[in-house]
């Protein structure tokens, strides 16, 4: 990796690891007794740290895709439920605008495909966004018309909204620079990255012009038939946990701690990995959540004096918070003691999935561990 990728890399992680700070931090607040004025305030500058960390999200996730290519997670899905999706995701935003949105499928309503959800939603989310974006009043419709072969799931996917005269003729690089121009940045790299993930994943993309001022994307995929049905959602934690926070970075704690609120999780905190050994003598914690570079004691030394305590209080699970998370920083990680890894930023899914596994493994073999946490 260049010198520059690296520093773009750094840069963008650490953003949105901020603004996840930010964000937990507008959560807190607005359940305080605060004036309307002041809510109003606190929602302004959570909606503004949201935008920014989507943005920054968009804009490493377009990079990797034009240096690296296209990285898919393919999982059984049922194509009925990601309609549901792109519609939840988008009409508060379209009504905040003004803007009708409709949402249609047509096909067998158990059709399951093996695809990326991420992926087709990301689709979705550039030509869904671009028509709200350009839609001043009236409706923008969003539909999914599915086809069961031998071949595999046919999904045709269209998105009718406005038609601006001046993008006729355009090629693409014009039309993305004028799209930036008057509606964003985020709405251009979602153009974008839609046709890329269409163009990857090797379908075919149209516009159909009806005349007038409307105007329709149109892209098929073919996407192989699932041969199991999709996982259930992950349910919550059966108890809540008392969860230890240790982080140097008060910002970080908070997002943690946040994090574990919304799981009912109680929480105590640590500032480095020394206050974490003494806090952890007691044995009182379900989970410890630990940084990995701290001063005083970093979260590997920390483990490691924990796992010499003895007694119940040394086999606590004992989850890692790094955003450096390659394989082989996880294995030195858990050679260490640790029973997982949680990337930084957090995602609620991920902080979740290591409860549930912390809660039913209280005394896991951390190699076992390890291989749940890399699945």
């Given at each position: 990796?260049?010198?520059?990728?690296?520093?773009?890399?750094?840069?963008?992680?650490e953003?949105?690891?901020?603004?996840?700070?930010?964000?937990?931090?507008?959560?807190?607040?607005?359940?305080q007794?605060?004036?309307?004025?002041?809510?109003?305030?606190?929602?302004?500058?959570?909606?503004?740290?949201?935008?920014?960390?989507?943005?920054?999200?968009?804009?490493?996730d377009?990079r990797?895709i034009?240096?690296?290519?296209?990285?898919?997670?393919p999982a059984?899905?049922?194509?009925?439920?990601l309609?549901?999706?792109?519609?939840?995701?988008?009409?508060p935003?379209?009504?905040?605008?003004?803007?009708?949105?409709?949402?249609?499928y047509?096909?067998?309503?158990?059709?399951c495909a093996?695809?990326?959800?991420?992926?087709l939603?990301?689709?979705?989310d550039?030509?869904?966004?671009?028509?709200?974006?350009?839609?001043?009043?009236?409706?923008?419709?969003?539909?999914?018309?599915?086809?069961?072969?031998?071949?595999?799931v046919?999904?045709?996917g269209?998105?009718?909204?406005a038609?601006?005269p001046?993008?006729?003729g355009?090629?693409?690089?014009?039309?993305?620079?004028?799209?930036?121009?008057?509606?964003?940045?985020?709405?251009?790299?979602?153009?974008?990255?839609?046709?890329?993930?269409?163009?990857?994943?090797?379908?075919?993309l149209r516009s159909?012009?009806?005349?007038?001022?409307s105007?329709?994307?149109?892209?098929?995929?073919?996407?192989?038939?699932?041969?199991?049905?999709?996982?259930?959602e992950p349910?919550?934690?059966?108890?809540?946990?008392?969860?230890?926070?240790?982080?140097d970075?008060?910002t970080?704690?908070m997002?943690?701690?946040?994090?574990c609120?919304?799981?009912?999780?109680?929480?105590?905190?640590?500032?480095?990995?020394?206050?974490?050994?003494?806090?952890a003598?007691?044995?009182?914690?379900?989970?410890?959540?630990?940084?990995?570079k701290?001063?005083?004691?970093?979260?590997?030394?920390?483990?490691?004096?924990?796992?010499?305590?003895?007694?119940?209080?040394?086999?606590?699970?004992?989850?890692?918070?790094t955003?450096?998370?390659?394989p082989?920083?996880?294995?030195?990680y858990l050679?260490?003691g640790?029973?997982?890894?949680?990337e930084?930023?957090?995602k609620?899914?991920h902080?979740?999935?290591a409860?549930?596994?912390a809660?039913?493994?209280?005394?896991a073999?951390?190699a076992?561990?390890?291989?749940?946490?890399?699945?």
């Amino acid at each position: 990796m260049s010198l520059p990728d690296f520093f773009f890399d750094r840069v963008t992680a650490e953003i949105i690891q901020q603004m996840d700070g930010a964000l937990a931090l507008t959560d807190q607040l607005s359940r305080q007794r605060l004036t309307p004025d002041a809510h109003a305030c606190v929602s302004g500058v959570a909606e503004a740290a949201e935008g920014v960390r989507r943005l920054m999200e968009r804009a490493t996730d377009l990079r990797k895709i034009t240096n690296h290519g296209l990285s898919l997670e393919p999982a059984p899905l049922r194509l009925r439920e990601l309609v549901d999706e792109v519609h939840s995701r988008w009409q508060p935003s379209a009504a905040n605008s003004g803007v009708t949105l409709l949402v249609s499928y047509d096909g067998d309503p158990d059709a399951c495909a093996l695809g990326d959800r991420k992926r087709l939603l990301q689709v979705f989310d550039g030509f869904v966004g671009e028509a709200v974006a350009s839609m001043r009043r009236g409706a923008v419709e969003a539909s999914v018309r599915t086809a069961v072969g031998p071949e595999g799931v046919r999904l045709e996917g269209r998105v009718r909204g406005a038609r601006d005269p001046a993008w006729k003729g355009q090629d693409l690089e014009t039309r993305v620079r004028d799209i930036e121009a008057r509606f964003g940045l985020e709405v251009a790299i979602g153009v974008v990255m839609a046709r890329q993930i269409v163009d990857g994943l090797g379908g075919t993309l149209r516009s159909e012009g009806a005349g007038g001022t409307s105007e329709t994307a149109v892209f098929e995929i073919l996407l192989p038939i699932a041969l199991e049905s999709p996982a259930e959602e992950p349910q919550e934690a059966e108890r809540s946990a008392h969860v230890l926070v240790v982080d140097d970075n008060a910002t970080n704690r908070m997002v943690a701690q946040a994090l574990c609120e919304m799981f009912d999780c109680t929480c105590e905190s640590a500032n480095d990995g020394a206050q974490a050994v003494e806090a952890a003598r007691s044995g009182r914690f379900d989970l410890i959540l630990m940084d990995i570079k701290m001063p005083v004691m970093d979260g590997v030394a920390a483990t490691r004096a924990i796992r010499a305590l003895g007694g119940p209080a040394s086999v606590v699970p004992i989850i890692a918070l790094t955003a450096n998370a390659e394989p082989e920083d996880a294995e030195g990680y858990l050679a260490a003691g640790m029973n997982g890894v949680v990337e930084k930023p957090m995602k609620p899914e991920h902080l979740l999935a290591a409860l549930q596994a912390a809660l039913g493994e209280t005394a896991a073999d951390p190699a076992a561990s390890a291989k749940a946490a890399a699945a």
